[in-house]
């Protein structure tokens, strides 16, 4: 359980980052298109006989280089590009199941994760993945702020948005694929999304918004795991169930405040 706290205390403090600006983007399913992607790495790691999450990693840098391009392509519509990822990437991982017998049961691990099981090398993972995000934050918070708002007038400021753009994507990705066998390819996205779209709700400013995430997400976290050991349910499912039930009990407290 030492191992499951770590983990979650990491994945506290970049949730909230990533999925601010997954939401100021307006991707916020770019992380479930990612996730389904990410499959395609654990079926053709366990079909090579090679690390799961080394293939994973590699398979999310080339999705999400070939997703910027895609969304280059599809300017007014990058949905479409979404859609035929995840699509692609579900079916492509389904067929590679098909030629190994003995995947399901390790792809169910990827699916569903297993935060109270995790090993010791995938907290210094994710240890790595928060320090490189919180590095990024602090030196290029303004930058980003300004990609993620209006990229015309980044452009014109004279920033790099497409290298700014795919560094980004590929970030979330690895993000995700390091995050898979803890919380699951199902969930990740929501406890990426949820404590950023909850302190939203909470905080007018950009940092405002990033600190109180992370509480919210320390909140869901920590109160997820400890019920799902006392109920016996998925640590998971528990964790984005508690997210959904903190949103809801917001958005009630909020409509009985303007009520009064």
């Not at 497409?162 to 995700?176: C, D, E, P, Y």
Request: proline letters at 3%.
């Amino acid at each position: 359980m030492r191992h499951a706290f770590q983990a979650s205390f990491l994945i506290s403090l970049i949730a909230p980052i990533l999925g601010l600006f997954l939401i100021l983007r307006s991707q916020t399913l770019l992380a479930d298109t990612l996730s389904h992607i990410s499959l395609v790495g654990v079926a053709l790691g366990l079909l090579l006989g090679v690390s799961p999450t080394w293939m994973n990693l590699l398979v999310v840098v080339v999705a999400s280089v070939l997703l910027e391009y895609l969304r280059s392509v599809y300017k007014s519509y990058s949905e479409i590009s979404i859609a035929m990822m995840m699509s692609g990437g579900m079916a492509l991982a389904l067929v590679l199941m098909s030629f190994n017998d003995n995947s399901t049961m390790s792809l169910n691990n990827f699916l569903f994760g297993s935060i109270v099981t995790i090993t010791k090398e995938q907290v210094l993972f994710l240890f790595a993945i928060t320090l490189v995000i919180i590095l990024l934050y602090l030196f290029f918070k303004r930058p980003m702020y300004v990609l993620m708002f209006d990229e015309e007038t980044a452009f014109t400021a004279g920033l790099p948005i497409k290298g700014m753009s795919l560094a980004f994507n590929i970030i979330t990705g690895m993000t995700i694929a390091i995050m898979m066998p803890i919380v699951g390819a199902l969930l990740v996205a929501a406890i990426l999304i949820l404590p950023a779209a909850i302190s939203m709700r909470l905080s007018k400013s950009f940092n405002g918004v990033i600190l109180i995430g992370i509480l919210v997400a320390m909140l869901g976290m920590f109160g997820g795991l400890i019920t799902s050991y006392y109920v016996d349910t998925p640590p998971g499912a528990t964790i984005t169930l508690l997210y959904l039930a903190l949103f809801f009990i917001m958005m009630l407290g909020e409509k009985l405040l303007k009520n009064k």
